[in-house]
């Protein structure tokens, strides 16, 4: 398992996008970058990538990358739960610790 610091070249990196999937320049290289992230990048980069596919993006990311499956489960419970917003940054940020 990667560690939260293990830092990650841009191929395996977490990019986050825009609504029109269109890159916002913020990335994650690392767990704790990504839960750093999350704190500031636009709630509607994180609509998109929570509810774009039938799988987030970031349980995608978190289960294949970083071999998290503990908090990809996590992120996929909340994904069901249909919040958005300021609730749902906080949710994730919740189930991250």
Same mark, same amino acid.
């Given at each position: 398992?990667?560690?939260? @610091?293990?830092?990650? $070249?841009?191929?395996?990196? *977490? !990019? *986050?996008? &825009?609504?029109? +999937?269109?890159?916002? $320049? &913020?990335?994650?290289?690392?767990?704790? #970058? *990504?839960? =750093?992230?999350? =704190?500031?990048?636009?709630?509607?980069?994180?609509? @998109?990538?929570? @509810? =774009? #596919?039938?799988?987030? &993006? *970031?349980?995608? !990311? %978190?289960?294949?990358?970083?071999?998290?499956?503990? @908090?990809?489960?996590?992120?996929?419970?909340?994904?069901?739960?249909?919040?958005? +917003? #300021? &609730?749902? =940054?906080?949710?994730? %940020?919740?189930?991250?610790?």
């Amino acid at each position: 398992m990667m560690t939260s @610091y293990k830092r990650l $070249g841009d191929n395996k990196a *977490f !990019w *986050f996008c &825009d609504p029109n +999937g269109i890159r916002i $320049g &913020d990335v994650a290289r690392s767990f704790t #970058e *990504f839960k =750093r992230k999350l =704190r500031i990048v636009p709630l509607s980069s994180i609509e @998109y990538h929570m @509810y =774009r #596919e039938e799988i987030s &993006d *970031f349980e995608k !990311w %978190l289960r294949k990358v970083l071999r998290r499956t503990k @908090y990809a489960n996590k992120i996929a419970k909340i994904r069901e739960s249909r919040i958005y +917003g #300021e &609730d749902l =940054r906080k949710a994730l %940020l919740r189930a991250l610790r």
